[in-house]
Nanobody, 126 residues
Framework: EVQLVESGGGSVQAGGTLRLSCKVS????????MGWFRQAPGKEREGVAV???????NYADSVKGRFIISQDKAKNALYLQMNSLKPEDTAMYYC????????????????????WGKGTQVSISS
């Protein structure tokens, strides 16, 4: 059974930084796509960033240049470094993994990340 546990969320002021972590267990795909998506109250879910098994990354335009996704394969962990945070980044952030061999690994294809964790809340004040 695949399990994902996010951590690292919190409340910071605009311009601040946060680093989200995601511990993945029970996932043995060699070719994969992993990533982060978010959902704010009353808004649709939005893909944020993804990374595939080759290390290729893709970001939503709204976070490009501010967020960095990375992975530590030895630790089965996924990270999201968030810099220059804005109030509009406020949301519940989820990490997810695909079960489709890593195809179509792009941030706007976040719906292909069909296993995800319970999320971690990020709140940015102005």
């Amino acid at each position: 059974e695949v399990q994902l546990v996010e951590s690292g969320g919190g409340s910071v002021q605009a311009g601040g930084t946060l680093r989200l972590s995601c511990k993945v267990s029970g996932y043995t795909n060699i070719n994969y796509c992993m990533g982060w998506f978010r959902q704010a109250p009353g808004k649709e879910r939005e893909g944020v960033a993804v990374i595939d098994s080759s290390g290729r990354t893709n970001y939503a335009d709204s976070v490009k240049g501010r967020f960095i996704i990375s992975q530590d394969k030895a630790k089965n962990a996924l990270y999201l470094q968030m810099n220059s945070l804005k109030p509009e980044d406020t949301a519940m952030y989820y990490c997810g993994v695909d079960h489709g061999g890593g195809r179509y690994c792009q941030a706007n294809n976040y719906f292909l990340l069909t296993s995800w964790g319970k999320g971690t809340q990020v709140s940015i004040s102005s």
